[in-house]
């Protein structure tokens, strides 16, 4: 079963299912493959362009191979030919959205709280 909270995607593919993982380490192995270790930036901007083939079939490689070791780059490109762009797309936008959410603010020491009950206080 997919783990939301580590960015895991199950879904259905050459009659079996297959489970899409885009956490940390995914993502290295993808900045890696792209020869953008350590560009961040660029990171992102190949994320944002879910247009290109070749993006689209490394980043499933990388978020396939975890949990299906046996799987090949050109495996990658048969699961995207039967499931479609557009579903592999949702696929990896999920994967990112879940193992990386965006950080919530966080409210100032005593701004917003409140006492746990309205009953009285201690003297």
Known sequence: MANHLKGEVSFEAGGKTLMFRMGV???LDFQE?????????ELWEALDNLRSLSVVRK????????????????????????????EIAVIILRALRWALPE??????PG?????????????
């Open 25 to 27: 380490n995914q993502l």
């Open 33 to 41: 493959s792209m020869g953008l270790a350590g560009k961040d930036e």
């Open 59 to 86: 980043i499933v490689f990388c978020g396939l191979k975890k949990d299906q070791p046996e799987m090949t780059e050109a495996d990658a490109g048969e699961v995207i030919s039967e499931v479609g762009l557009p």
């Open 103 to 108: 950080k919530k603010e966080e409210a100032e």
């Open 111 to 123: 701004e917003g709280e409140t006492r746990p009950s309205d009953g009285p206080t201690s003297s």
